[in-house]
């Protein structure tokens, strides 16, 4: 029998904190009655601080992330319209697959595993379209699947150096809340993201920033849809409500993950993040391992995927830690299936808990057959930890 | 301030049961883990139970019910393909509006307010269309804006006069898991369901029974999809997992509703429903008032919408009730807007509660000006729920 | 299988509000944490304000009232101590019987039940009493056996009258934070309260107002305690710590019911529980019934005994409340076994609730054989209610 | 502002697993139910197991487990009673101070801390006493202050040796649920347990396990007594009921709990208890540091004490941790304050959160200035958790 917690260290869902938890015990409501807005208005209002954005607004939906990619393209293009991507992992993949399945006309960008977007050849082919067939282009802000964080604020100098006016479509599902995100100021058209990263909820909700010129684009934009509609939500949402039934117990739980945000303050809960997963990255160069991630600028600090050596399957470490120590690590997904196993540190999380998930893996990397030296990778966290603490702390005083 | 129990009489969400909103509360878990299965396989068995069927299948969508009903067309039907709907309130109009958004040639037979599916002039254009253009049949089993149940078994009768192989489509989200519905038996294709119902549960998740007819006519369906798209759902859920993240503590509330449903038995379950229901319907007639449903074969036995006297407004009513008794009651929408109010009467449910609802009710109509005699409805349903309780008793022993 | 809300007409333990419910599902914390007076000491603040006492102090025991009944006793009193008491009903036998117990040479008077305090026999008594061998002089503010009321104030004016200087000992476990009680300004030396009644919280934590002449007696008090020892609650507690592990997850649901209370307003909190019980009243007499409460200045605010024809036994009632409609009423506690039923209305309570109750008290009369008028009762809490409820809002709105 | 969980590794209160928090958050419910005895019934039953009686029984109190303590005295002795007892720490030394402020006459045998119950100096005193003069000899099985384990069936040879008949009391609140005791076997009359250590659940709920001879003597023994007394619980416990309004929340926990001890077994879980301490001991060999307790025959596997360098002061270690990494380490009482901290290791746990803690603690240490070597008590806790892990599941397997 599983004793004690289940120490859960998958890139999303996160761990939730109490007070969410506490707060989302709630009994049913009615989505209808006349102060419901109090509840909800200040969530829209909330959710434009985090994703940085003044001029736009945020839709949300009752569904996962996957439902906003969705909701971001058939409300703003076209069947047919041509959009430049790039796929460097699962996530990036399960996009370029779904706008492709949907219809789109998709230059899509292959790059390596362990890389995020590229800038140069968006550049490249940016330029070139001088008759801005391009409609839209599309780039994974942090790649789950391969601990990869791209430069968002790039693309928009890519875009802006071309005069190419396309729109600019970020998936930030696992960034959003975690990692710096500016939507206003990098122009960012459609910005998802999802309940269960850094907001720190349960699956179920999903937000989409939405700026000024794609809700203009939406008005004229023919690919069908209704559940997701833009229309629908705008007609009721300003006064606090929605076209069907929502999900209010997330709406509880997101009125105090907020607050939570908003108390730490968002460059704090960045910072934090940085901290926590360079313990993480020290842990992995003590054991001697590499991240997927191909370059030290890619690092995402909300995931690190860890290649194992040749030798071991990474499936077996997962599973020895899930069997023996009860731990989730993420798995390899697709074409890194039993080549890297993957720590989430996003969300609510501490010091203690990193040095948790790590401590775990050194025992579940020696199940598997690889012979890392016990208290190695901690060590290096530990060393990291105290000596970036004070520095921590001063900062967040200084909030 | 307000103090105790906030009433909840709204046709959904519904109240949710003590043990349903202790296994929701749940930390995270990880959806790839190796045994997530036997929490979600057993769920999908339960819900074919309650669906009633056993050659087809159901999905679970991270979704309000109008989800579901968009996956019910994107995956089956194609731009253009011919439909027979009816309107006869907001809910069934608003799938027909999805219909015609979606790219349907809805072909609409306007009922009245009150009434509901008309066989008979389904049955005249379905043995009219010789050439079966018509490539499905919707028909909404209970229309939660005016409470009137339809004749679903009818609906499968006059395809058969008729001869026609058009699918049959049935939005059963306010009716699954309440009032009797028989999937396979009835030949229904496309089953829609919602969590906030009879499931008892919060809203975020919606069910779709779907028959094998329907997955076959999926896989040559050109409208375009993807986040309600049966193929990737498929793909992984018969091991129990799903394309995207879903909403865990949803799963984990739903195994407790269905467990709550196979004790008590599902047409117990059925039976509660009528025999509360019935109690709110003698009260509305000592009331000297009228249900919006126009004849017996109508009422719905999970939700009452009740005409008032045209001297006042409804929505008096219902903001009485909510300010001074801490009570909420249904609003009338559209076009029965201020001339009904909604008294839901399903899922977790008992005579002491529809008792609240009705004393409550009388107060709020005498605040809205009808001078309805205190206690009358009450008194009406007391003695009627006292004279059926013994059957009811023997009833549930007998199971 | 019994379905919907457990209908709890208890007179304690009492119907927990929502946001109580959620403060107390907490994980465990350290009670010797650094910043664990942060939550305690505002507690103690809180409940003096309850208690009305600016000079006295409150004391926490993890124990039941029963519990704090004996506190207040063993750290006061000496072996063989003279005291004062009446007994008119089951707790304020209990607390006689304990006295006894205890070694007190206890002089009783008994009372019928359904009366209370006689503050004429008191005057003789303490007047008598030339040579001030009373020590103390004990009073049950409210006996929540026969729901009936007494009045404190008057024993205090009674023992200034007789000029006498024995202490007042108070039960107010039914009373205090739902009736009227003024520990100073009456010179209430030990006033008894518990978490399960108007205090809406899960029993387990007593609370003991202890008046400064109480505190100095305590320290020459010979009786042998140590359990409930005041000196080494004292030693700890102005630093918001306590002498061994406390229920901290009441005290978070401590620190919520005393902000309830207080946004309430404990003069609201009064005039609610008023007026919720003189509906109650009302209905009883509209049964052609009558209290226990042998005198309006008897009433009890927050529990009604309600006294059946002598045909049927009460418990008969009782007993199809329960079995037959989910309803749990108070049964009568000893020498009213079978002869009364009761209906707590103290706590977090709304006009729905009372109403509840009243309608499934006349189906459960009728089922044991009593042929009240079904609605009579109900009809005369709702025109009750109606009529004063726009001077309870104007009250509110006042504060 | 701390983010993530706060580390909880005091010994007692524990952390609560998820399935017993869910099943305390309920509302509540009629005390006097005449089904109320199907929860507690198998209650009583379910700790008889736990604390290894057949013939004995169990009592459940309302009160922290220092009330137990008081209820085993006063039910059983008799004032100016002649008892033995041994001090070595601050648990026992506050049961001998309330033994004496109780009015016993106790001859105390003053050891060591770090030191257990004196077996050899007992059998000299018992040996002595050939008047059997002494009533009852106390022992605490597990003093938590110095992380000492004592050896109870030895106390019981010593008596059987001597031919005493004095009764046999034994502290097993930290040990009881997770320790081997053996109620019967071992001839122990009184045995104290409570809540918020094995048993896994908040404080507020004390156990008292009861010889029949102690039964028997309770009957004669004439110390003051009420709300502790056994014969106001023996009258109506046997029904399921209690003498006074009981924490009814902590039942329903206790029911998942006493479900969790039996699903692992409760061998397992005394293995379980030794393998998780047994890894906290190995890296506090590996720090160059020892524990308060002075021989192996004296470790504790529920509580560890460290002593720590005579240049720090330990109050700095807990410090550093509560204030910078959010964990709760259990501090020096009394004599070894500053001189050891202590990690709690009982109740639900596991190797992650062993691991939890002690890298926190080596952070901790040298915040507070003691260079241990980063990841060293790490490494060896791991080692030993890896090499013992396969014969725990094989053990496990087999029951």
Redesign the interface.
């Known amino acids: 029998?599983?004793?004690?917690?289940?120490?859960?260290f998958?890139p999303?869902?996160?761990?939730?904190?109490?007070d969410v938890?506490?707060?989302?015990?709630?009994?049913?409501?009615?989505?209808?009655?006349?102060d419901f807005g109090d509840l909800t208005k200040p969530l829209f209002a909330g959710l434009k601080r985090v994703f940085k954005t003044k001029t736009g607004r945020v839709f949300m939906y009752?569904?996962?992330?996957?439902?906003a990619?969705?909701a971001a393209i058939t409300n703003t293009l076209n069947?047919g319209d041509k959009v430049l991507m790039s796929r460097f992992g699962q996530f990036s993949h399960l996009w370029v697959?779904?706008a492709e399945?949907?219809?789109l006309d998709v230059h899509v960008i292959e790059c390596e595993w362990g890389t995020g977007v590229p800038l140069e050849e968006y550049a490249k082919v940016l330029e070139a379209d001088k008759a801005h067939k391009i409609k839209a282009v599309f780039a994974t802000q942090n790649e789950t699947a391969t601990g990869v964080s791209s430069d968002i604020a790039g693309v928009r100098r890519v875009l802006d150096a071309a005069g190419h006016p396309a729109m600019l479509f970020v998936d930030g599902v696992s960034s959003i809340g975690s990692i710096d995100f500016r939507m206003d100021e990098w122009g960012v058209d459609l910005a998802v993201a999802?309940s269960?990263k850094g907001f720190m909820l349960?699956?179920?909700?999903s937000m989409l920033g939405v700026s000024q010129r794609a809700l203009e684009d939406s008005k004229t934009a023919t690919?069908?849809?209704?559940?997701?509609?833009f229309v629908d939500m705008m007609k009721v949402n300003d006064d606090g409500y929605f076209?069907?039934?929502?999900?209010?117990?997330?709406f509880h739980g997101l009125k105090t993950s907020l607050a939570?945000i908003e108390?730490?303050g968002l460059e704090?809960v960045f910072a934090?993040h940085y901290r926590l997963a360079e313990g993480v990255r020290r842990a992995v160069s003590a054991w001697g391992l590499r991240l997927c991630a191909a370059e030290p600028k890619w690092h995402s600090d909300t995931v690190s995927a860890i290649v194992v050596p040749e030798s071991i399957d990474a499936r077996e470490v997962i599973?020895a830690g899930?069997r023996?120590?009860?731990?989730?690590f993420?798995?390899g997904l697709s074409k890194v299936m039993g080549k890297v196993f993957r720590i989430g540190h996003l969300g609510?999380?501490?010091?203690?808990?990193c040095?948790?998930a790590l401590?775990?893996a050194?025992?579940s990397l020696?199940?598997a057959g690889y012979e890392v030296?016990?208290?190695?990778g901690?060590?290096?966290a530990?060393?990291w930890?105290?000596e970036s603490?004070e520095a921590a702390q001063l900062r967040?005083a200084a909030e």
């Open positions: 029998m599983k004793t004690g917690f289940t120490h859960l998958i999303g869902p996160t761990n939730i904190p109490e938890r506490q707060s989302m015990n709630v009994p049913m409501q009615d989505m209808r009655a006349p009752p569904s996962s992330g996957t439902g990619w969705e069947p697959d779904m399945r949907l219809g999802g269960q349960p699956a179920g909700l690919m069908k849809r209704c559940y997701f509609d076209p069907y039934t929502p999900p209010t117990q997330l939570r108390r730490e704090n934090r599973s899930y023996n120590y009860n731990i989730s993420g798995t609510d999380l501490n010091e203690g808990m040095l948790t401590s775990l050194e025992m020696r199940d030296e016990l208290g190695s901690v060590a290096a530990q060393g930890y105290r603490h967040q």
